[in-house]
């Protein structure tokens, strides 16, 4: 009976003493878990730009004016080559550009080949999930342009009686049909590019026309005799893009951006390259 009873016991203990370790080291196994998740969530990228003093931006050189490629030097230029040096410069950082195409540079950001993306790119609310967006450095979205005498249109609200140019199919379109619903006597007219649409608005076609701020700005810049009026109609955000766990650094880039904003480095940079 002692035997038997004994067997029983030893079966029991012997039982917990496996229940016992299997809790420990399940315990063991989720520490580690635990502490490997939390070292992830560190920003590692910018103990690495901070240890070697270097950042390393990734764009696509085949946008100008924000970045293209000088067929004398060599070199990179633009309006973002300008910003990324002007945040290195304020961030006591030497930049390291590195040239990608766009396709590429989300999977390039992912894979910590660069530390950050600074290429006239669209904030995307697709891609909040796998990486993070600074502030806004610059809005591209449509604005409202007309002849540069013109005094009595200041607003899209003005449109009312006018003829207004627009890109045929795109946003501008679609904004302008909007427009044509609820002011009286407003007319469209369509043209096949942003540049056709502007150089209508110069030759006396149409009295203002909604384009991009970009092809407005670089139109301005090189044929004049137009000017922006108003808000912009639309926002297209371009922002900097930095990995899913680079919290320092993005910390660091929005106090720059607003730093230059508020300091009206940002302007400056928009009027040297547009």
């Known amino acids: ?16 003493h496996i229940l016992l370790l299997l809790v420990i080291g399940l315990s063991v196994v989720g520490l580690g878990v635990w502490y490997w998740l939390g070292r992830e969530e560190k920003d590692h990228t910018w103990a690495v ?8 931006v990734g764009m696509d050189a085949s946008y100008p004016p924000f970045e293209e490629v000088d067929e004398t030097t060599g070199e990179l230029r633009g309006y973002d080559v300008d910003l ?34 600074i290429s006239a790119l669209p904030y995307d609310p697709l891609r909040t999930q796998d990486v993070f967006y600074t502030v806004s450095y610059f809005n591209a979205g449509l604005v409202l342009v ?10 899209v609200d003005d449109l009312s009686g006018r003829t207004l140019g627009v890109e045929w199919g795109s946003d501008s379109d679609a904004q ?9 006597g407003l007319t469209l007219h369509s ?18 026309v909604l384009v991009d701020a970009v092809s407005a700005y670089h139109f301005i810049k090189y044929e004049g005799t137009v000017k922006i009026v108003g808000e912009p109609v639309t926002d297209e955000s371009y922002v900097i893009a930095v990995g899913p766990t680079s919290t320092e650094l993005l910390s660091a880039l929005n106090a720059t951006l607003l730093a230059l904003r508020d300091d009206g480095t940002l302007i400056r940079l928009r009027d040297e390259w547009f």
């Open 1 to 16: 009976m002692r035997r038997g009873r004994g067997s029983r016991m030893g079966g029991k203990v012997h039982a917990r």
């Open 49 to 56: 730009i901070q240890q070697t003093g270097v950042l390393r």
């Open 84 to 117: 990324a040096r002007e945040i290195g410069r304020r961030l006591d950082l030497e930049v390291q550009l590195v040239n990608i195409g766009f396709d590429g540079l989300y999977d390039a950001l992912i894979a910590k080949k660069v530390d950050t993306v």
């Open 146 to 155: 007309v002849g540069e005498g013109e005094t009595e249109i200041e607003s």
């Open 176 to 184: 302008g049909r909007r427009l044509v619903k609820r002011l009286d």
């Open 191 to 208: 043209y096949p590019t942003p540049l056709d649409t502007l150089w209508g608005l110069k030759n006396g076609e149409v009295e203002a």
